[in-house]
């Protein structure tokens, strides 16, 4: 068995194109190929925590990945990342350990900017400026890997704590970013055509006349019961509105909200996999409004995982 | 983060009485001192195999636990264990990982012949003769284990493979059993105050009329829906019956099976945690059939991965 530390990995990584690898394991997902039971799911009272096992195979690969993922709020305080985590890979023939990423959640944040990315691509128009919600590391991620799809560099942060929205605007100034910073929800969504959501929110930050016609929402804050960022209506509002899995979007995530809410059924939801296999066309018309509620699905795990593996055995040759 | 090996694992288990930390596991479970969600689970079908997640943590402990283990029958044809997996443990209040105990199964093989102890100890009558099916792992260490709490050497083996049946009787001959080999279910029922039954069958092996007064059956074999070892009317017919996980025997297991049937509720069955705190008496007469139904929980696994690794941290000291 190897195991790969978070150095190897970054290394590897700079070799990869994970897009189309991505996208295959989406589409994987809702064509049937792949096996992804619920998530496992673990939390924590005090200090508060949560713990997501991600798990499954592509039916005829060479590996099944378990792939665990922390996020305990108050590891800051400690000069500890909330975020922890590692994946592990095994023969799925014999079920002997292959190896472990012990990528410290790494390949979890790379994966859901990715998804991010695939969804912004597709049903985002043209875009003109990017909203954010959040100042943390998705918050980041999530523009950086825009910049492989968009000339836009324009963004307007919005954050509860104006210290870090400050880092924020630096940091992303560093990579190439003009960024403003947002009075409210509300603000920002009066100026972007592209919203990307990233908290930990617990209460909605965004009501339906909030939205213009034309936007596009990544909602991917939202991925544990209880968390939630887009208000009532938005997702009964939107022309299109896409998940990542069904399945998890009923239980976790904005649909889920809207579906208690009584919003909406599943029945006008369209999963990732089958706009990207073109079974379903996607964005329309200029000015629909769109929806992609991303939860994180073991498919992403499952893909990102094998392929930083396999490049590390072609590379040991 | 701490790796250990087979090797060390095997060597720091010398040193340790796992029993009373096993008890205390099932203790807690029973009384809400623990959190356990569902076991995950990954089947394959070419080859055939299965993966149980099971995790959780003891609420105030210091590390939450993930357990891997796999079972790939087919396996032992190019003379790979069919049983496989690992232990992992991260710090409860921050995330971080702490150890991965590469323990290839054994700790759950362990964890599962004390559990088989402490029911055999708390459920049998005085021990006249073990009746065993199965001739794998699991059909060995349930009666070694057995010889720190009964002087009964007695064994009556019933296996699907004579060959694998001589082989039993010669290595447990090894380590102290005179076996005998049984025609038939049955017959070893007819023989033996103390059932264990440890076979993968997914149809059940012994019927209502085989069991006499006075029995004691632990049944551990089944632990995936879809698997039986017991007939109809065993688990009704019996005066008292233990699982070592009410909500996972709703699923899997003899009781599962039992529920669907239509022959029991959950009504008259005993949680062992509850027996073991003291709060329900267990057997109570000489004559009563009391039948163990054992899925193996998550707790126990705690408990165990937990105790090896504090004392790998107490011999580093």
């Known amino acids: 068995m190897y195991i790969l530390n978070k150095e190897r990995i970054i290394n590897i990584l700079k070799g990869l194109d994970l897009v189309p690898i991505i996208e295959k394991g989406f589409i994987s997902y809702s064509n049937g190929g792949s096996i992804v ?110 910049a492989a799809i968009t000339n836009c560099r324009q963004v307007i942060i919005w954050g509860r704590n104006e210290n870090k929205m400050n880092l924020y605007k630096d940091d992303m100034h560093k990579v190439g970013f003009e960024v403003a910073l947002g009075n409210s929800p509300k603000e920002v969504a009066s100026k972007c055509n592209l919203i990307i959501t990233t908290t930990a929110s617990k209460e909605y930050l965004l009501t339906e006349d909030d939205i213009l016609q034309g936007t596009h929402i990544t909602a991917m804050g939202s991925d544990t019961p209880g968390k939630r960022e887009l208000g009532p209506g938005i997702i009964e509002k939107a022309d299109l509105v896409v998940a990542d899995s069904i399945a998890q979007c009923k239980e976790r995530g904005e649909i889920a909200c809207a579906i208690k809410d009584g919003d909406t059924s599943l029945d006008h939801i369209v999963e990732l996999g089958h706009v990207l296999s073109g079974e379903h066309p996607g964005r329309e018309h200029h000015s629909q409004i769109t929806v992609a509620d991303l939860t994180g699905v073991a498919v992403q795990d499952i893909q990102i995982a094998s392929e930083v593996y396999n490049n590390y055995l072609e590379r040991k040759k």
Chains 1, 2 share one sequence.
């Not at 195979?57 to 800051?76: C, H, L, P, Q, T």
């Not at 959640?105 to 900017?113: Q, S, V």
């Not at 049903?123 to 999530?142: H, M, S, Y």
């Open 37 to 146: 039971p619920p998530i496992g799911e673990l939390t924590f009272d005090d200090p508060p925590g949560d713990v997501h096992i991600k798990y499954g195979y592509i039916i005829g690969d060479s590996y099944y990945v378990i792939k665990i993922a922390s996020g305990f709020w108050e590891n800051e305080k400690y000069g500890i990342p909330n975020g922890q985590g590692m994946m592990l890979l095994f023969d799925q023939r014999t079920g002997q350990p292959e190896a472990i990423l012990m990528d410290d959640a790494l390949l979890t944040d790379i994966r859901t900017a990715i998804a991010g990315q695939i969804c912004a691509q597709r049903f985002a128009n043209d875009i003109e400026r990017i909203g954010v919600f959040g100042t943390g590391l998705q918050a980041r991620l999530q523009v950086e890997y825009l």
